[in-house]
Nanobody, 125 residues
Framework: QVQLVESGGGLVQAGGFLRLSCAAS????????MGWFRQAPGKEREFVAA???????TAYVDSEGRFTISRDIAKNTVYLQMIRLKPEDTAVYYC???????????????????WGQGTQVTVSS
């Protein structure tokens, strides 16, 4: 049974930073892309970042270089480091996994097979 469990969300002031974690279990993710998405109240879920499990390829939404995705293979964990946070970054952040056949990283919600339960990030002004 595949499980993706996010943690690390919370309340932070504008300009602050957070590191989100996604612990993955239940199968080998070596042929998967691991992605982070977010959903703000009243808005659609949107792509934030993705990486291959090998780390050979990464992709980001245009975030002015404020987000960095990484993974620790030994811990089966994917991270999203966020700096210089803004109030508009407030959302529930989700971890997701998608099967891939090459280094192309999907950005569409529908391409992802597995999802975590989400972790709330709130940035106060």
């Amino acid at each position: 049974q595949v499980q993706l469990v996010e943690s690390g969300g919370g309340l932070v002031q504008a300009g602050g930073f957070l590191r989100l974690s996604c612990a993955a279990s239940g199968r080998s993710f070596s042929s998967y892309a691991m992605g982070w998405f977010r959903q703000a109240p009243g808005k659609e879920r949107e792509f934030v970042a993705a990486t291959t499990w090998t780390g050979g390829s990464t992709a980001y939404v245009d975030s002015e270089g404020r987000f960095t995705i990484s993974r620790d293979i030994a811990k089966n964990t994917v991270y999203l480091q966020m700096i210089r946070l803004k109030p508009e970054d407030t959302a529930v952040y989700y971890c997701a996994a998608a099967t891939i056949r090459n280094q192309y990283l999907p950005r569409a919600v529908g391409r992802y097979d597995y999802w975590g339960q989400g972790t709330q990030v709130t940035v106060s002004s």
